[in-house]
C-alpha cells in the first residue's frame, strides 16, 4: 500500500528543512530517475526528444538532458515558449556549457522518445492554443515511446483534463504519487505510473500524514481455512435477495460460494402470500438454482451476511423494511441506490455501498450532498467521495469505476488494477457477492472491499482469452484460482 497526496510541495519543502537537501539535489534525483527508466526503453542507437516547459518541471527535463548525454545517438532539448523559473535558467546555462543540443522546432528528426517535461503536477488553469497545439503534434509523432515527467501535461492538479493530454506510455511520479494521476478520466493517459526517487528513501520523504493510499497486489489477502476442525458453518452463510432479474442475484450468490462462504441462501418471496405470478416467478428460481445453492422464504438465523439490491426492480416495501432493519452485516447494491429509505441505515459498521457512478450520483441527491450527473461526478470523483465518507464515516463505500475507490471514515483506497475486459453486465454482481462471502466469513466491511475488490481485479486481469470476451462465470472461474 502506498501513499497518495493531493500535493508535494509540503513534502518537498520538508525535504529542504529536516533534511538539508536543496532544491537542485532533488532535481539531480528526479532527472536520474528518467533517465533509468529511458535506458530501460531506448538503444543506444535512438534519438531522444525532451521537451521543455518554462518552469521546474521544464528545468528537471534540462538536466535529464545533460544526464542523457553521450548515451544515445542524438538527444534533443526543445524549449517551445522560454523559461521563468530560477532553477530552469540555472539547469540550462549548465545544459549550453556542456554543449548539449538545443533544437528550435519539431522537424528536425524522427525520435524513438519523447519526454514531456511541460507542466508536470502544478498545472491549475486551462492551457491556451498554443499549449494545445503542441501537445497535439507531440501525440501525432507515432512509433515514439512517449514518457510523462510527473503528470502527462493536460491533466490538472485536481484531474481535469485539457481538450489536450500528452499521452504517455510511462509516467515517472516524482517523490510520491499525485491524486491527480488516478482520476478515471486520466486513466488513458498516465500509462505505467512508476515511482521516481529523489535522494531519500520513500519513507522519509513521504512522512506527512494522507488520506488517500494505493493498493497494491501484496495487500491481497485471500480466504484462507487453516484449521481442520471445521464444518460448513464454520465459513459463514451468506443470504441474497431475489429481485424481479434474478440472473443478477443468482450471479452474486455463485460468487460468495466461490470466494469462500460455507452456506450460501436465496431469499425468494414467500409463495403462500404472493400472487399467482409473483409464486411462479419464486418456483421458478428456485428450480433453476445451482445445486449447492439454497432457496430459502425467509432470511436463515445463522446468517451472517445479507446481499440485496442486484436485479431487485420493484419490491415489496414492507419486506425490503423487514430485511433492511435485520442487525446483520449488509452489502447494498444497484437498484437499493435509488430508494430513499436506506438511508436511514448508513450508521452503520457492518455495512458495504456498491454504487457505480450513476448511482452514485443518485446517493449524493438522496443524501442532500449533491445534486449532479453521472458526468460532474466523474470529473470529481475523489471530492464527491470524500464529502459522502465525511457524512457517513462508519459504512464502507466501493464507488465502481476504471479505478477503483473505496472510503471508510474520510480514508480513501484506490485499486487501479481493473481494466476494460471487466466492462460486462454481471461483473459488478460478482463483486457483490464476493464482498458478502467475506463479510460472512468475519471480515470487517473496509477488509472485505479491499480483498474483494483486488481479487476481482486480479481474476480479471488473469483472463487470457480475447479482451471482449470475459464473462461472470468466466471471472467466478478466474478467483478461484488466484
Given at each position: ?394 459504512l464502507c463505500i466501493l464507488l465502481k469505476g476504471a479505478n477503483t ?40 466491511n473496509l477488509s472485505a472491499c479491499i480483498n474483494a475488490s483486488l ?28
Amino acid at each position: 500500500m502506498q501513499k497518495v497526496y493531493k500535493e508535494v510541495g509540503t513534502l518537498d519543502k520538508k525535504a529542504y528543512e529536516d533534511f538539508c537537501l536543496s532544491e537542485d539535489l532533488l532535481m539531480e534525483n528526479a532527472g536520474l530517475a528518467l533517465k533509468s527508466k529511458i535506458l530501460k526503453i531506448a538503444k543506444k542507437k535512438h534519438n531522444i526528444l525532451i521537451v521543455c516547459g518554462k518552469g521546474n518541471n521544464g528545468a528537471d527535463g534540462l538536466a535529464l538532458a545533460r544526464l542523457l548525454q553521450g548515451c544515445f545517438a542524438r538527444v534533443d532539448i526543445y524549449i517551445p515558449f522560454g523559461l521563468s523559473s530560477k532553477m530552469a535558467f540555472l539547469q540550462e546555462k549548465r545544459a549550453k556549457l556542456l554543449a548539449c543540443n538545443f533544437v528550435s522546432d519539431l522537424k528536425t528528426c524522427k525520435y524513438n522518445v519523447v519526454v514531456d517535461c511541460i507542466f508536470g503536477s502544478g498545472l491549475n488553469k486551462p492551457l491556451d492554443e498554443k499549449y494545445l497545439e503542441l501537445i497535439k503534434k507531440l501525440n501525432l509523432m507515432i512509433g515514439a515511446k512517449k514518457i510523462a515527467c510527473d503528470v502527462p501535461s493536460g491533466i490538472d492538479e485536481k484531474g481535469h483534463l485539457n481538450k489536450e493530454v500528452f499521452k504517455t506510455d510511462f509516467t515517472v511520479s516524482m517523490g510520491a504519487y499525485k491524486m491527480s494521476q488516478f482520476c478515471d478520466n486520466a486513466k488513458d493517459f498516465v500509462g505505467k505510473l512508476e515511482l521516481g526517487f529523489l535522494g531519500l528513501c520513500a519513507d522519509k520523504y513521504m512522512s506527512e500524514e494522507t488520506k488517500i493510499f494505493l493498493l497494491e497486489k501484496k495487500d491481497l489477502s485471500l480466504p484462507c481455512r487453516k484449521t481442520k476442525n471445521t464444518n460448513k458453518g464454520s465459513f459463514g452463510h451468506s443470504c441474497f435477495v431475489l429481485g424481479e432479474k434474478k440472473g443478477a442475484c443468482i450471479l452474486s450468490a455463485n460468487a460468495s460460494f466461490a470466494f469462500g462462504s460455507g452456506l450460501v441462501s436465496v431469499l425468494a418471496l414467500d409463495l403462500d402470500k404472493e400472487n399467482a405470478k409473483n409464486a411462479k416467478n419464486a418456483d421458478n428460481a428456485q428450480s433453476t438454482l445451482p445445486l449447492e445453492l439454497m432457496s430459502v422464504e425467509k432470511v436463515p438465523k445463522n446468517t451472517t451476511a445479507l446481499a440485496l439490491g442486484m436485479g431487485l426492480g420493484e419490491y415489496p416495501k414492507d419486506r425490503l423494511e423487514k430485511l433492511l432493519k435485520l442487525e446483520i452485516k449488509k452489502v447494498f447494491d444497484a437498484d437499493l441506490f435509488y430508494k430513499k429509505e436506506i438511508i436511514d441505515f448508513f450508521d452503520d459498521d457492518n455495512l458495504v455501498l456498491t454504487p457505480h457512478p450513476k448511482e452514485f450520483a443518485s446517493l449524493l441527491k438522496l443524501t442532500n450532498l449533491a445534486d449532479i450527473g453521472a458526468e460532474e461526478l466523474q470529473d470529481n470523483r475523489f471530492f464527491y467521495l470524500e464529502k459522502f465518507s465525511k457524512k457517513y464515516p462508519k459504512l464502507c463505500i466501493l464507488l465502481k469505476g476504471a479505478n477503483t475507490l473505496i472510503a471508510k471514515n474520510n480514508i480513501i483506497y484506490i485499486n487501479t488494477l481493473g481494466s476494460a475486459v471487466l466492462s460486462k453486465g454481471g461483473s459488478g454482481d460478482v463483486l457483490a457477492g464476493m464482498i458478502a462471502s467475506l463479510l460472512a466469513q468475519g471480515q470487517d466491511n473496509l477488509s472485505a472491499c479491499i480483498n474483494a475488490s483486488l481479487a476481482h481485479t486480479l481474476a480479471g486481469k488473469n483472463f487470457k482469452k480475447n479482451s471482449y470476451a470475459l464473462s461472470p462465470e468466466d471471472l467466478i472461474k478466474g478467483i478461484k484460482v488466484l
